[in-house]
Nanobody, 123 residues
């Protein structure tokens, strides 16, 4: 499975941005998918996940502001980010794993990773 994240950019605080993750080489309908982010000097952290059957999970820091979704027919995953804050600035990575494990928040659970896309939120 190859993942390609896109959609990052520069946005002002309070603005919105949408990220996309394209999957090739495997169908996401049988995969758990997630977004992680990594800010400079910090560890990679969980943002949101969507399991193969559609259940969603969010970190407390983005809940009610970000929405994760997917389109199995297009092999695409999305992250709609609203009410962005400067602390959301990071490189955002999409990730995927086989659906067997129920651990969705830990980066070590994920086998496949995209290259990352930079999101910068200015104050």
């Amino acid at each position: 499975v190859q993942l390609q994240a896109s959609g990052g950019g520069l946005v002002q605080a309070g603005g919105s941005l949408g990220l996309s993750c394209a999957s090739s080489g495997g169908t996401i309908s049988i995969l758990d998918m997630a977004w992680f982010r990594q800010a400079p000097g910090k560890e990679r952290e969980f943002v949101a996940a969507i399991r193969w059957a559609g259940s969603t999970y969010y970190s407390d820091s983005v809940k009610d502001r970000f929405t994760i979704s997917k389109d199995d027919a297009k092999n695409m995953m999305y992250l709609q980010m609203n009410s962005l804050k400067p602390e959301d600035t990071a490189v955002y990575f999409c990730a995927a794993k086989p659906r067997g494990s129920t651990i969705v928040r830990g980066p070590r659970s994920y086998e496949y990773w995209g290259q990352g896309t930079l999101v910068t939120v200015s104050s």
